[in-house]
């Protein structure tokens, strides 16, 4: 695994579109919900620029989103959600899935939120590890 500060990346197993089909699978299995998802290459291609692989897909977990959503104390977390995962290919056909790492910023969190969004982030980890492994 190589961790920067604020992100986690791991290479895939897999290639890009299995990467991709693997991701939404398990994690609608797991009981989360695929928001939508950016083709930054297609965003990029219609603006006359070539550039690799790479989808954004925004999750949800609705029962642990709506304990933020829920509580006007809190709703400034909102700004982080919904959870965000990046598939991208480098030059050399390797394939990468990027996250946010929350860790080092959870204790700049309401305890309340915290506590969620350290659920969340650990639940995902779980969630992502066989396409890794």
């Given at each position: ?13 897999y ?9 939404q699978?398990?994690?609608?299995s797991?009981?989360?919900?695929v928001?939508?998802a950016?083709?930054?290459?297609e ?42 995962l990046s ?14 790492s ?20 650990q639940?995902?980890e ?8």
């Amino acid at each position: 695994m190589e961790t920067m500060d604020l992100f986690l990346v791991n290479e895939s197993r897999y290639n890009f579109q299995e990467t991709c089909s693997k991701l939404q699978e398990m994690v609608t299995s797991a009981g989360w919900r695929v928001i939508t998802a950016h083709n930054l290459q297609e965003t990029m291609r219609k603006n006359e620029y070539d550039v690799l692989p790479v989808i954004v897909f925004e999750v949800c977990r609705p029962n642990l989103a709506v304990q933020i959503l829920g509580n006007n104390e809190i709703r400034e977390v909102s700004v982080m959600m919904p959870c965000r995962l990046s598939v991208f290919e480098k030059e050399n056909g390797n394939v990468f899935i990027s996250r946010m790492s929350l860790n080092p910023m959870l204790s700049m969190f309401p305890k309340e939120a915290s506590v969620v969004m350290s659920e969340a982030n650990q639940e995902m980890e779980v969630i992502l590890q066989p396409i890794f492994e």
